[in-house]
């Protein structure tokens, strides 16, 4: 299956394809302020980050991710980004049955501002009305609490935690290679109408 890509657009922000054009802006989001990038994959010069956004569009490529740059309206400056992961086909279906939504990062200037609200708003709202999923999973590291309360707050569920599951990524991270704990959330598609319910209310400061 195919899933070409595509925008989407709220408010605060605009979630656009990925593209090698995003690279120097991206650059210039990433060094803002890296005091939170201690769990995730944020590359701090612009030969990781060409290298960076390549893998993304070579998964997309194979239809295993939808990598998105976050632009913030306000000032249409690129703000971070964000992507499906993991996209999972069922026979019999022409859209996916299951996605990850991950890899997010954002600029300090856009965290603890509507824009993560909103883009997980955008990405769920594109999964479960428009693709019909049955199910999207959300992962992070097991001992990043921040995160994990981010994830919490969107109404998210805790399945359990995967021991050994993905390899350490971040500025944390010394000894590259070696595995972590992961949580790992879900929304499933019987609890979405009560999910977008709360995050429209927040987004509207209800």
């Known amino acids: 299956m195919r899933l070409e890509p595509f925008a989407l657009e709220g408010r605060f922000v ?9 690279i120097d ?5 990433a060094n803002e302020d890296r005091s939170t990038y201690g769990f995730t994959a944020v590359p701090r010069d612009r030969a990781g980050m ?16 939808v990598p998105f740059v976050q632009r913030r309206l306000v000032d249409d400056a690129v703000a971070g980004c964000t992507r499906y992961m993991n996209v999972t086909w ?3 279906r022409a859209t996916p049955a299951e ?21 997980k708003l955008l990405l769920l709202t594109q999964a479960f009305d428009a693709w019909k999923v049955f199910r999207v999973a959300i992962c992070t590291a097991a001992d990043n609490e921040r995160s994990r309360r981010a ?24 000894t590259p290679g070696l595995p972590r704990d992961s949580a790992l959330y879900s ?3 019987r ?7 709360g995050l429209v209310a927040k987004l509207d400061g209800r």
């Open 50 to 65: 060409k290298s960076y956004v390549a893998t993304l569009l070579t998964d997309a490529a194979a239809d295993s991710a």
């Open 90 to 92: 069922w026979s019999g």
């Open 151 to 174: 994830i919490e707050r969107l109404g998210a569920s805790l399945e359990g935690i995967l021991r050994n599951h993905r390899p350490l990524i971040g500025d944390r991270i010394t």
């Open 191 to 197: 609890e979405w109408p009560a999910i977008r319910e």
């Open 187 to 189: 929304i499933v598609d």
């Open 25 to 29: 802006d991206l650059v210039v989001a």
């Open 99 to 119: 996605v990850e939504i991950g890899g997010t990062w954002l600029a300090g200037t856009a965290q603890r501002t509507p824009l993560n609200t909103e883009a």
């Open 14 to 22: 605009r979630l656009e394809p990925l593209g090698h054009e995003h």
